[in-house]
């Protein structure tokens, strides 16, 4: 038997020959040659040779340590699957990932081929602070963009919460600036899919207030409209503006709906529009108010424009030569009760009316 020694990542090949006695040159069967490795683990020659396809696909890199030199030339390179599920077993420390933050490689160079998840190391760590700690930041490739694909119960989380924040610019902080029209912030996109069971809810933003202070305060949603040299009439259109382009009527039921489900006067004011320096505290347009018992609507309104008050006698409501106008048709009837009686009263005060304390012309 001949043995061969060799290391990772390294064959020796030698030829070796024998003369025999006729001074032909003796043949050597690969089965017969024994490799060591640097584990002191044999194998033949022909068992190695045999294995070489499938080696890239197998190879165990743990215990190896890779300089930021070394890490440098697989920028460019392009990894499969399987060659970036050969990663898997690695363990490395906090030290050894950040040596990652100088490499100059985009997120797509080093996931390649398409994947949408980078395994995570032995340790079992897989967030972002555990790389890019240090206030370290990721830089999007122009016209790129990033994509995070969830499962069926995953989520994106940012967790300020285990260690109480003190970032005044929030733990999402969104800034965009832009001269395109029709650019947004955020955007999010709910799709209720058929199937949902009977009235089944979904929210597109669901904002949760917990106040474990008794002396302090929260507001659950903030729109500032910021003071410029440039702002003019309508520069800020709306500060919440809803619009409902389905077709179907009243397929939304209300624009904003306030509840209170705690326990009673829970909500001081539903709606607070008493700023002095707002113009119109509410604008309904030619619509209805509408209460539990009646339709008010916008041409009933009209008639108290001009009142400054209402009280049970009709002398106060209508005074100063005001008169009360009956519809054509309609007619006015004064219901009296058991004891009440419709008094026109021109004695209290001396009349000086010539056409009489009750004149009626009739043509």
Same mark, same amino acid.
């Given at each position: ?18 003369? +025999? ?43 190896? &340590? ?15 699957? &399987? ?164 077709? +179907?009527?009243? +397929? ?45 609507? +916008? ?65």
């Amino acid at each position: 038997m001949i043995k061969i020694v060799g290391y990772f990542g390294v064959v020796f090949v030698f030829l070796i020959s024998d003369v +025999s006695e006729a001074g032909q040159a003796k043949r050597i069967f690969a089965k017969d040659v024994l490799m060591t490795d640097s584990n002191n683990q044999e194998i033949d020659l022909q068992s190695f040779l045999n294995r070489l396809p499938s080696l890239k696909n197998n190879i165990d890199l743990s215990g190896l &340590t890779a300089s930021v030199l070394e890490l440098n030339k697989l920028d460019g390179v392009t990894a499969t699957t &399987t060659e970036l599920n050969i990663l898997a077993g690695l363990t490395a420390t906090t030290s050894q990932l950040n040596t990652l933050g100088s490499i100059q490689a985009s997120l797509s160079e080093v996931v390649g081929g398409g994947q949408t998840a980078l395994h995570s190391h032995s340790g079992g760590a897989s967030t972002l602070d555990d790389a890019y700690n240090n206030g370290q930041s990721i830089t999007v490739d122009t016209g790129a963009g990033l994509t995070l694909t969830n499962g069926a119960s995953q989520s994106l989380v940012i967790d300020s919460d285990t260690t109480n924040s003190t970032e005044v610019n929030g733990a999402l902080d969104i800034n965009v600036g832009t001269t395109t029209a029709s650019v947004n912030a955020i955007e999010i996109a709910l799709t209720q899919d058929d199937g949902a069971a009977a009235n089944a809810e979904n929210a597109g933003i669901e904002l949760t207030l917990t106040g474990n202070d008794a002396d302090g305060e929260l507001v659950g949603l903030d729109i500032i409209g910021a003071a410029t040299a440039t702002a003019t009439t309508d520069t800020y259109t709306a500060g919440i503006r809803i619009d409902n382009v389905e077709n +179907s009527a009243n +397929s939304m039921t209300d624009g904003i709906l306030i509840t209170s489900s705690g326990v009673n006067n829970g909500v001081t004011d539903g709606i607070d529009v008493s700023a002095d320096n707002i113009t119109n505290a509410i604008n309904i347009g030619a619509n209805n108010i509408v209460t539990d018992v009646a339709t008010i609507s +916008s041409d009933e309104l009209e008639l108290l424009d001009g009142v400054t008050s209402l009280v049970t006698s009709l002398d106060t409501a209508y005074n100063g030569g005001q008169s009360i106008t009956v519809d054509s048709g309609a007619g006015l009837t004064l219901t009296n009760g058991a004891s009440q009686s419709l008094v026109i009263d021109s004695d209290t005060t001396n009349s000086t009316e010539v056409n009489g304390a009750l004149d009626i012309n009739v043509g």
